[in-house]
């Protein structure tokens, strides 16, 4: 079985419950069906303005956090990455679809359970030519 340990569990804090229901049931999946493990990176959850500003700074995203918020921002967002050899990688991309195979199967059931409300789960994974934020996930109201 795996669960998120508890440095994972406190980057999680202040992350939609809708999230935190989603990635423990795709991480016990992840299990079931023998792919690796998964970690939550550092500022992978809820984030402050200045953290976000802080990672603008360093080139890795395009929002400042304070004109241009991100989901993290309001807890509507959380970046998972596999844990591999005892560490977090963003190298091992099998690992990330695997988790996707699972987060999308895991949604779709509790799309089923009446749990989603007026949410839509996006991938950063099929985002741009090379899908290139696979850790992240974020929910969106429907319009
Ligand atoms: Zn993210």
Redesign the pocket.
Known sequence: MYIFGETSNKRRAGVDSLLIELTDRALAMMYRKGHCDMTIPLW?GKRSAEEQFKIFQQGNSELDGYEDK?Y?QSGL???VIPYVNGKGTYKFIEGFFDFAQCMFTVWANMVAEGKTGSYVLEW?GFWGSTGW?K??W?LVKKT
């Open positions: 992978g991100s993290h967002a959380i970046d950063g934020d850790p992240h974020q």
